[in-house]
């Protein structure tokens, strides 16, 4: 019954910016860690941001200060605006959480960016 459910990706010019949003449901969201992460073809899936149930953030090196991870535990979702995008910041990108030793994941979402 866990869903994570990604929106938000799309087509975004070199500078750009996005928000992408992750609608949970089937568990009690607000006890839950929150992260994203991104994957490129070909590649190992990266964590790009981890949001605690208490609200605290961290970032891989390659977002900070531009990326921002945030929830709201009223609307079951977690979001992450992403600000000054570089072609590098391409991937699908997918919203995750952990729950009794088993990661859950959405479908994910593509984010391009082009030059």
């Known amino acids: 019954q866990v869903q994570l459910v990604e929106s938000g990706g799309g087509l975004v010019q070199a500078g750009g910016s996005l928000r992408l949003s992750c609608a949970a449901s089937?568990?009690?969201?607000?006890?839950?860690?929150m992260n994203w992460y991104r994957q490129v073809p070909g590649k190992q899936r990266e964590l790009v941001a981890a949001?605690?149930?208490?609200?605290?953030?961290t970032y891989a090196d390659s977002v900070k200060g531009r990326f921002t991870i945030s929830r709201d535990n009223a609307k079951n979702t977690v979001y992450l605006y992403m600000n000054s995008l570089k072609p590098e910041d391409t991937a699908v990108y997918y919203c995750?959480?952990?729950?009794?030793?088993?990661?859950?994941w959405g479908q994910g979402t593509q984010v391009t960016v082009s030059s």
């Open positions: 995750n959480f952990a729950f009794g030793g088993v990661r859950y």
């Open positions: 089937g568990f009690t969201f607000s006890s839950y860690a």
């Open positions: 949001i605690t149930s208490g609200g605290s953030t």
